[in-house]
């Protein structure tokens, strides 16, 4: 039985810490499946196709790194792909109790699920995908946030819709 993880998000866009949480993942799975989770009711910033298309170049060489989109509960998604993890960054103390209660209600729903934290590395603790958007939305350089190979989808992006 391999040892599937799923990492959840929107990737709104993806980040460098984002990136550093899987990478340093990668060790302890068979596989991650970065799972992008679509709202139909919310409108993201990036486009479902385009945060596929971040993601993708991102783990493009890192083989055991597969992305997927899902709708609705993120222990369902979980069930559906046969995975027994669930991987999460913490940058913060904040982001552990809201976490926590997370993978304790997720844990009801799907006993056989663990979830697995990896922490921040501490120049990666400040990078959010919220504070990202709000640079780019302000024409601010982005580019030492995100993931090399995604600047030029994000960079179409801003030519595109004149950002």
Not at 29 to 46: E, L, P
Not at 61 to 80: H, I, P, S, W
Request: hydrophobic share 40%.
């Amino acid at each position: 039985m391999s040892k599937i993880a799923v990492f959840p998000g929107s990737f709104d866009p993806i980040t460098l810490g984002h990136e550093s949480v899987v990478l340093r993942a990668v060790a302890l799975f068979d596989k991650i499946i970065v799972a992008i989770g679509h709202n139909s009711d919310k409108t993201g910033f990036f486009t479902v196709d385009e945060r596929v298309e971040m993601v993708k170049k991102t783990f493009e060489n890192v083989k055991k790194v597969e992305v997927a989109v899902y709708e609705g509960l993120t222990v369902k998604f979980c069930k559906d792909v046969n995975a027994k993890y669930i991987l999460r960054g913490l940058r913060t103390s904040s982001d552990f109790e809201f976490e926590q209660g997370i993978a304790q209600m997720n844990k009801k729903m799907y006993p056989e699920l663990e979830t697995v934290f990896i922490l921040s590395v501490p120049e990666l603790m400040p990078v959010s995908s919220t504070i990202v958007r709000d640079i780019y939305r302000n024409n601010g350089d982005i580019s030492i946030f995100v993931p090399e190979t995604v600047v030029p989808i994000i960079s179409n992006k801003r030519k595109q819709k004149n950002y």
